[in-house]
């Protein structure tokens, strides 16, 4: 199965694929908090790599791909990009989508760096990797070849944190929003990169948490593959989470992290990862009820191809 | 010495105090290309490390700081995390002021993993690290922690490359360029965080292909260290390097990379770490001449303090 999907070599495809067959559109954060002392925030017994591991095997059922917080892992130093290097080979092992979160981007030469760090064959290789573009097209158009691989990547537009406004928001002396913009490149970039579902391997973070900024996210990018976050711990809801869906059921993918890697905190009678686990599944179901109340019978459409498929 | 500079507790400030201590406002760029099979691009016999770590010990006597081009390091895997740990160790062997050139930058908690990886006391720590503010004012917040402890930022305003014209430049509906909107930001986040030297450790990077927008960055950010990349391989000359320097010779921070670390293609009689060193010394001083030629008795006054120090 890992072989067949790897040879569809289109990434947005392999992600609604999988999709598909865990019938899930829920992504696993893999965030490995630290606490204010610096000091690695895990359940009592656990080291940085068997947490990690053990939480995406006990959650690889539910959810159709990880996204890795490369940050949590850079703040551990060499031990925690070991770990980093052992959390992929598990996910790959349970067949699941890689992205790399690390908003990255630079010139030309440099992020050629990053997609051969992220995107390429090495320890760090993942299916997808985040980017940010204010240093502009640049930044993208290196990662090009990897997506002719089958890679994916996922641009920075509109982000779920607070300050998000204070540069998205600006508005151009034609009445345009930053972020509106950058959403139009971003599907300029995608147009030659569109699978058999109709989505471009060049994606888009769109967050949870500006459901009605996500709607018009998805009437200027219609073909874009919307990484979702703001889930769970900041905030954002089912419904809100599925605000830019489209009438097929594809088209988002929707990211919780702390939710799921800390739901031991508030579930002491489960061992951490079978906690995390049942915060996984707790978040496919009301992410699937939710596409139902929204979508009703286009959505059973899907389902049943699915079925049948 | 180094704990002297440690202990100053001012990053914009024991930058300074380097500058004039070393008479050069000149950067190594430790940036290891990749050749476009992926595989490191490194003079015949050399590791990846020796490589770097021969580099950074034959220019430490020519520059005040070097600059870690971290995705090419992270393009090699954990063969490369090691290499750039042991970077770091010669680096601070030699009292040289490191700097994490990641434009990283994200919501609160993982720009706070970011600022742990690269501002800590971690395998990775340096003394400051460069930003990337898309997101907004939560990803700098984080960071000012460690600058109250000594440690120093540069923030993306007005990049070296092509397309930073692309957003950097939009106008909004006042008329302000958006790199603009951003260096007011820098300024105001680098208000409580200003030196003895006069300037603060909130920097900017401001690209050395643009000499005229750095002028008026300079204006905009009066008190703000500017780290100025685009010297050499990108074309800038020593002239539009130190466009954006104060009256006192002060402000600017000049990074070259590929034309020191890359010397030896074009100097064949020299080993490539001493190819590397000359290359570094030309540029100092070749900046320093820059310098005098456009400050003349004043940057003299300057020379002559630091000579009675």
């Known amino acids: 199965v890992e072989q067949a999907v790897r040879t569809m070599n289109h990434f947005a495809d392999s992600l609604r694929k999988a999709q598909m067959a865990k019938n899930s559109i829920a992504i696993l954060g893999v965030d490995p908090q630290l606490t204010t002392s610096g000091s690695p925030d895990l359940p009592r017994g656990y080291t940085l790599k068997r947490y990690c591991c053990e939480t995406v095997e006990a959650c690889a059922e539910f959810v159709a791909a990880i996204k890795i917080q490369l940050a949590f892992f850079e703040a551990q130093g060499l031990n925690g990009m070991h770990a980093l290097s052992d959390v992929l080979k598990v996910a790959r092992r349970y067949k699941l989508i890689t992205i790399a979160d690390g908003k990255r981007g630079d010139i030309d030469t440099v992020s ?71 959403a139009h490149s971003v599907k300029e970039w995608g147009t030659d990169y569109v699978g058999k579902c109709g989505l471009s391997s060049v994606g888009a973070v769109v967050g949870a948490t500006h459901p009605d900024d996500a709607e018009e996210a998805r009437d200027l990018m219609p073909n874009t593959m919307f990484l979702v976050p703001g889930y769970g711990a900041q905030g954002a809801g089912p419904k809100e989470a599925i605000a830019a869906i489209r009438d097929d059921g594809s088209g988002i993918a929707v990211n919780a992290s702390r939710s799921i890697m800390y739901a031991y905190r508030s579930a002491r009678e489960l061992r951490p990862p079978a906690a995390a686990a049942a915060a996984a599944k707790k978040m496919r179901d009301d992410l699937n009820q939710a596409i139902e109340v929204r979508l009703g019978a286009s959505f059973q459409t899907t389902k049943k191809h699915h079925r049948a498929a």
């Open 112 to 182: 050629a760096a990053y997609a051969e760090a992220y995107l390429g064959d090495g320890d760090f290789g993942c299916d997808a990797v985040t980017l940010n573009i204010y240093m502009g097209g640049d930044v993208v158009k290196p990662f090009f070849r990897k997506i002719k691989a089958g890679k994916g990547l996922f641009v920075c537009v509109r982000t779920s944190n607070a300050s998000s406004v204070e540069f998205q928001d600006i508005r151009d002396d034609r009445g345009i929003l930053h972020w509106q913009k950058v």
